[in-house]
């Protein structure tokens, strides 16, 4: 639980605050831009307190979903309906999940609502709520795990809903040795009509970039779009294997068409046409060389 007695200054005086265990994970910025900011120092803050209602429910599924507990409330919080509320529908039948999980670094997780059985992309953490809200959404039939970072609590979510995981071969590790799709080398592979896994190595070796009906492409810490450069972007401080095979992921998209980016870190972001996706993405490959 958050510590009030270790609040950040830089919060603004009123019931919510952020404590000095924030990771800087983005989670709370992303669910509830409008209360939380990100201090030069590189931690969340509040930076405002919640004008509304609506504002007040964002906040505080933010505060459940916050992967450390580093979010809290000087009075008593009823958290139950930000509980329920998540997971929130961000495009048709796309949601984002919430409840990060402080194993994946407070990594995004989305949920995509299919009639060949529901996809959920990269772990979220376990709750008790979660689970029953995708109980009440039709399940699981499909889990992609985009690379080893991200696996979290996978193994609940396949004994709870029995569902089949994916994960590329080169990330299995003793954790994930039971995982029952390992994806192989360095080519595309349809897993349905509408979903395309592309191996993109370099974050970690294993890494795998999967694509939806050739609109959503689901990134997880290999691409991201970045606020402050206004576009695309991969950053080699967080690669952990291989900078140059990164770059040359990267390149290899250029070869697929979508017009939406959902990473596992970072922002996500659509835009008008693929066409315009792919002039960002020409550019980030340009500038890194």
């Not at 509320?85 to 949920?111: K, M, R």
């Not at 109980?135 to 004994?159: N, P, Q, T, W, Y």
């Not at 290999?222 to 140059?244: K, N, T, Y």
């Not at 979508?258 to 315009?276: C, D, K, N, Y």
Request: glycine residues 8%.
């Amino acid at each position: 639980m958050a510590r009030h007695a270790d609040r950040l200054p830089e919060n603004v005086g009123g019931d919510l605050y952020v404590d000095s265990s924030c990771i800087d994970c983005d989670t709370c910025r992303e669910l509830a831009p409008e209360v939380f900011a990100r201090a030069d120092r590189g931690l969340s803050f509040v930076a405002h307190q919640p004008a509304d209602g609506r504002e007040r429910l964002r906040a505080l599924q933010a505060l459940v979903s916050c992967p450390v507990a580093a979010i809290g409330a000087s009075a008593r919080a009823d958290v139950r309906a930000a509980a329920r509320s998540l997971p929130i529908e961000i495009l048709d039948g796309v949601f984002t999940c919430g409840w990060a999980s402080p194993d994946s670094y407070g990594a995004q997780s989305y949920l995509v609502r299919r009639p060949e059985g529901n996809l959920l992309v990269d772990s979220p953490r376990a709750a008790r709520p979660l689970l029953g809200r995708l109980a009440e959404l039709g399940g699981v039939g499909l889990m992609f795990l985009s690379h080893k970072d991200d696996v979290a609590d996978h193994a609940i979510f396949a004994r709870r809903f029995g569902c089949r995981r994916v994960l590329h071969a080169d990330d299995v590790g003793p954790g994930t040795r039971d995982v029952e799709v390992r994806l192989t080398g360095r080519e595309p592979v349809r897993l349905a009509d509408d979903l395309v896994a592309i191996p993109v190595p370099g974050h970690t070796r294993g890494s795998t970039a999967l694509l939806y009906k050739d609109e959503l492409l689901f990134t997880g810490d290999h691409l991201w779009w970045e606020p402050d450069e206004e576009g695309l972007w991969a950053e080699r401080s967080v690669c952990w294997w291989s900078w140059s095979e990164q770059k040359a992921s990267l390149r290899r998209l250029l070869d697929h068409s979508f017009r939406w980016v959902l990473p596992g870190h970072g922002r996500r972001r659509g835009v008008e046409s693929a066409g315009t996706m792919r002039a960002a993405l020409e550019r980030l490959v340009a500038r890194l060389g």
